[in-house]
């Protein structure tokens, strides 16, 4: 109804206005002549640097950090030795203090011909992390990764794949060619690295919870996990119907492990079962995430964003972050 004397009321703006996200849905990508989707193993060597950073009073308790220090002494040989027995490169995303701590292992990483990537310098929480701590964060990276083996990487990930807003464009201004921390694809695509599509771009190589090793096998009392330790049958069943799965729909099967935890023996004689069930699979390549990313590159696709949610306006009662 019109009040007296007055025309129609105006609408005011719709309650959604400016909450609609300008993300595109990503899109199959055509792979290498015989090659019909592609599967890569990575590992994060993170050794004592996350449970340090998790409690930093851990330092003195002498049996959470032998149970890290397994991975670099132990589950790595043992990993090396699997992938020289299936000739298959691997992603070791290595930590820079985890390089400064066991050098030797990571130089054999890189003398066995596997890739190795920046996974910051001390897993450090990145959750609200500044631009210049971040960027310190990626430079002393950087350094300890060169002065231990020689390798300047191509590619990053985030620890606990916590990436913030402005980290795409950290890592392209030094110079890297990708990232695989975000979840939002089932296939490797460009990542606008600004909030426009012209602002540059790194190759995303996507990944997911359900492929990584921490979810089903970490545990340590009061510091990591659930309290449950899942069987390597379980794990492997999981991993085997997903690697079908993405082989189906042409996308990048990327399994992220950790050395302290898929390096112990029944868990070692369960990633030689899944590779095994890659190798039958046809048009399968096997390969590393940086030999992904570079085929991606070349391809000319048109650049994505991640872009960050806005909040409703008319909703008063929905939390604000901290300033």
């Not at 959604?16 to 002549?33: E, H, K, N, Q």
């Not at 002065?147 to 620890?159: E, K, L, Q």
């Not at 980290?167 to 939002?184: H, I, K, N, Q, V």
């Not at 399994?255 to 112990?264: M, N, Q």
Request: with cysteine; charged share 20%.
């Amino acid at each position: 109804m019109t009040s007296a004397g007055r025309g129609p009321a105006r609408p005011g703006p719709a309650s959604g206005a400016g909450l609609a996200s300008s993300a595109v849905p990503p899109v199959p990508i055509s792979w290498p002549a015989g090659v019909s989707a592609a599967a890569c193993l990575t590992f994060d060597m993170d050794a004592e640097a996350p449970i340090l950073t998790a409690d930093i009073s851990s330092i003195n308790r002498m049996t959470p950090m032998s149970h890290q220090s397994y991975g670099p002494l132990v589950g790595v040989p043992r990993i090396l030795e699997l992938l020289g027995r299936h000739d298959i490169k691997a992603t070791f995303f290595v930590p820079g203090y985890s390089a400064h701590r066991y050098p030797e292992i990571v130089r054999r990483i890189a003398e066995a011909g596997h890739e190795i990537a920046h996974h910051s310098y001390f897993h450090e929480n990145t959750i609200g992390m500044d631009e210049k701590t971040e960027a310190a964060m990626l430079d002393l990276g950087l350094r300890a990764l060169s002065d231990t083996a020689g390798v300047r990487p191509i590619g990053y990930r985030a620890p606990m794949w916590e990436m913030n807003y402005h980290t795409p464009r950290l890592l392209a201004e030094r110079g890297f060619e990708y990232d695989s921390s975000l979840m939002d694809s089932d296939h490797p695509y460009l990542l606008a690295v600004g909030e426009t599509r012209d602002a540059g771009t790194l190759v995303e190589v996507a990944v997911s919870w359900g492929l990584d090793d921490w979810e089903q096998y970490a545990y340590l009392p009061g510091l990591t996990g659930p309290g449950v330790i899942e069987s390597p049958a379980k794990a492997l069943e999981m991993w085997v119907l997903e690697l079908e799965a993405m082989h189906q729909l042409g996308a990048a099967f990327v399994l992220c492990c950790h050395p302290f935890l898929s390096g112990r023996p029944s868990r070692a004689a369960v990633l030689e079962r899944l590779i095994e069930r890659m190798k039958s699979l046809d048009g399968l390549w096997i390969t590393t995430v940086g030999a992904v990313a570079k085929h991606t590159a070349s391809l000319n696709l048109a650049p994505r964003t991640c872009p960050q949610p806005a909040l409703p306006t008319d909703a008063y009662w929905v939390a604000r972050p901290p300033d």
